[in-house]
């Protein structure tokens, strides 16, 4: 059974910085693993979809890293914005369990100026 | 393109009542999800369909609630008789066939039950 862990679970920095939040899943038979950014009380925004074959992608400030041998992936986020505020959530699509995705809890981000 | 269609977007039934969320696929997309957020949690799935089946409902409750996905019209989640514990942010997300597609996540039901 997949499980998806996310840390930290809250992150508050000032503005500027180089972020990095983190992401574990117990099952490395997966398919592909996805990032999203949650706004409160608003639906869900994909930012990145790595699959198994690949370590990274990345798409402007944003960079996901991909160790299915580990069971990890990392997302940089780079010289973070207030407007980056979100709750982050990663969720993986595994092989077995009918392909489903499997979320973490999330890291909730807070960035001041 | 539109992009996952769910209403209504907040719905409000009292208890005992029953409550019909809709969802409406990206084009192109024939695969439907429905996950639950309840208050500071996380996403938890409840069902996935494709047209006229029910492919997996390992998550979803085993009383009160159901799903459908007609061969016309939208994906449908049902609550029967709905407790004050039903309510959350229900989520519909849609993909196509393959595999090496994401998600698409509609922007959620907020279901409050008073």
């Known amino acids: 059974k997949q499980e998806v862990t996310q840390i930290p679970a809250a992150l508050s920095v000032p503005e500027g910085e180089n972020l990095v939040l983190n992401c574990s899943f117990t099952?490395?038979?997966?398919?592909?693993l996805q990032w999203f950014r949650q706004d409160p009380g608003k639906g869900l925004t994909s930012l990145l979809l790595i699959q198994s074959s690949q370590r990274e992608q990345t798409s402007g400030r944003l960079n996901a890293s991909l160790d299915k041998s580990s069971g990890r992936s990392t997302l940089y986020i780079a010289a973070s914005q207030p407007g980056d505020s979100a709750t982050y959530l990663c969720a993986a699509r595994s092989s077995g369990g009918y392909n489903k995705l499997i979320f973490g809890a999330g890291t909730r981000l807070a960035v001041h100026p | 393109n539109a992009g996952v269609m769910q209403n209504p977007r907040h719905l409000v039934r009292r208890r005992g009542q029953e409550a019909r969320l809709r969802c409406s696929p990206m084009k192109g997309h024939s695969h439907v999800y429905w996950y639950r957020q309840l208050p500071e949690e996380g996403l938890k799935f409840m069902v996935y369909?494709?047209?006229?089946?029910?492919?997996?409902e390992s998550g979803m409750p085993k009383e009160r609630f159901s799903a459908e996905f007609p061969k016309e019209g939208p994906s449908i989640l049902r609550i029967q008789q709905v407790v004050r514990g039903d309510s959350a942010a229900y989520f519909c997300?849609?993909?196509?066939?393959?595999?090496?597609?994401?998600?698409?996540f509609g922007s959620g039901t907020r279901l409050t039950v008073v």
């Open positions: 997300a849609s993909s196509p066939p393959s595999i090496n597609y994401g998600y698409t």
């Open positions: 369909l494709q047209k006229e089946n029910i492919i997996d």
């Open positions: 099952d490395s038979a997966i398919y592909n």
